[in-house]
C-alpha cells in the first residue's frame, strides 16, 4: 500500500499554492508534513485525499492512478483542527456511522465504537450529543470516527491543536501506533517541529508551497539540506550570520573575529551563512564558546526558561536559556555560542557542513 505523488503541483487563479512535487509514502508509516501557516500543508492533504484535482501531475495509490478519483470512491479519513461531528447524533453514533456505511454487523460495530471511545476517553459520553462536549470532547469524537473507519490513507491536518496538553501529549504516542498497526499510510500536519520530533517517522518540511527536504524526521532536523529546511524545522525559527574565513580566523559582525576551530577549520576561505538553534544560545561563558557582542530587545519568561530577542549589529536572534533571569532591556548583553552547535550554508542556502554535534548523531 503506497501513495506516489509525481509531480503533483496546484495553481488557483494564477496563484501557485504547491508547487511541483515528488514524494512516495509507504504503508505503516507515519508521514509529517512540518511548515508555517500556509506553507501548504492542508492543499497538499487535499490533492492527496481528493479533494481537489492536481493542476499538474499524477497521485498513484496501490499502483493505480486515482487522479480525479472523488475522495468519496477512496479509502480515506480526514480530520481537521476545525472538528466535523453531527450535531443530531450521540457520540456513540457519529463514530459509528462509518462502519454502518460499510454495512458491518451491530457486534462488529459495538466492539469497534467501544475501543475508538476508550482510547480517545469518551466511554462516559457515548449517549451525549456533540454539542453537549466541550471543543476538546468534540474533537475526540472526530478522531475516534477517523480510528474506526479502516481507511488506507488516514489524513489528520493540525488534529490535537484544541486539546489539553495531558491528552495531546498521550495521543501523539497512542494514535500513530494503531494506524500503523492497520497498515494505513498517515500524513500529519503541524506547524510545531516539536510535535513532528516526538511523532518520529518521515518528514515533508514545507515552505511557500514547496517540499524542500523528507526524510525521517531524525535525520530532516540534524541535517537539513538548506537554510530554509533549518528555518522550518526550529521553533523560535534558526539564527543565522553572515561570516567569512580568512586563514585561521572568521570574520563577523562590526569588524569581529574569532579563531577557526572545529567544523569551521575545514571550510575553504570565502563568505558563508551560519546558523544555529536558540536553544544553543548561551549568556554563560564557556572556554570553547565564541562570544557575540548583542543588545538585549525584549525577554519572555516561560516559567523554567527565558526566551532572550536580541540585536546582533541590525540582525534579530532569539535566544532559549535555561531559568528565569532579569535582565535589563536595552542593555549590552555578551552571549556564546559553541562552534560544534554551528551549521554552513552557502551563499544560495545549501548546506556545506551540519553542526558537529548533530554529524555525530
Known amino acids: 500500500m503506497t501513495l506516489e505523488l509525481k509531480g503533483v503541483s496546484k495553481v488557483v487563479s494564477g496563484e501557485t499554492h504547491i508547487r511541483p512535487t515528488d514524494l512516495t509514502l509507504e504503508r505503516g508509516t507515519m508521514n509529517v508534513l512540518l511548515g508555517p501557516t500556509l506553507s501548504g500543508k492542508t492543499s497538499l492533504m487535499r490533492l492527496m485525499a481528493g479533494l481537489d484535482v492536481p493542476t499538474t501531475g499524477s497521485l498513484i495509490w496501490e499502483g493505480r492512478d486515482v487522479t480525479g478519483v472523488r475522495v468519496q470512491d477512496r479509502r480515506v479519513a480526514m480530520v481537521y483542527q476545525q472538528f466535523i461531528n453531527y450535531p443530531s447524533m450521540t457520540v456513540y453514533d457519529n463514530i459509528a456511522s462509518p462502519l454502518r456505511l460499510m454495512g458491518k454487523s451491530k457486534a462488529e460495530i459495538d466492539a469497534a465504537v ?88 518521515n518528514t515533508a518540511a514545507l515552505w511557500e508551497g514547496r517540499v524542500t527536504q523528507f526524510g525521517p524526521t531524525p535525520s530532516v532536523y540534524r541535517k537539513p539540506v538548506d537554510a530554509t529546511t533549518a528555518r522550518v524545522f526550529s521553533d523560535p525559527p534558526m539564527n543565522f550570520l553572515q561570516l567569512t574565513k580568512a586563514g585561521s580566523e572568521i570574520r563577523f559582525g562590526a569588524g569581529q573575529t574569532a579563531a577557526v576551530t572545529g567544523t569551521l577549520a575545514a571550510l575553504a576561505d570565502g563568505s558563508y551563512l551560519a546558523g544555529f538553534r536558540p536553544n544553543h544560545l548561551e549568556i554563560t561563558p564557556s572556554a570553547e564558546a565564541i562570544t557575540f557582542d548583542t543588545k538585549l530587545k525584549v525577554t519572555e519568561l516561560t516559567g523554567s526558561e527565558t526566551f532572550i530577542h536580541l540585536d546582533h549589529h541590525g540582525e534579530t536572534w532569539v535566544g532559549l536559556v535555561h531559568g528565569v533571569h532579569q535582565l535589563a532591556l536595552g542593555a549590552a548583553l555578551p552571549v556564546y555560542l559553541n562552534p560544534a552547535h554551528i551549521y554552513i550554508f552557502d551563499a544560495d542556502g545549501a548546506l556545506v557542513a551540519p553542526a558537529a554535534y548533530a554529524a555525530a548523531a
Open 114 to 201: 467501544r475501543k475508538s471511545a476508550d482510547l480517545m476517553q469518551l466511554t462516559p459520553m457515548l449517549d451525549r450529543k456533540p454539542l453537549e462536549l466541550s471543543g476538546g470532547q468534540q474533537q475526540r469524537c472526530a478522531l475516534a470516527r477517523a480510528l474506526v473507519k479502516d481507511a488506507g490513507l488516514v489524513l489528520l491536518d493540525e488534529p490535537l491543536a484544541n486539546l489539553d496538553y495531558k491528552l495531546r501529549e498521550e495521543l501523539r504516542v497512542e494514535i500513530p501506533k494503531i494506524f500503523e498497526e492497520a497498515g494505513s499510510v498517515f500524513v500529519y500536519a503541524t506547524t510545531e517541529p516539536e510535535e513532528a520530533l516526538l511523532l518520529g517517522g
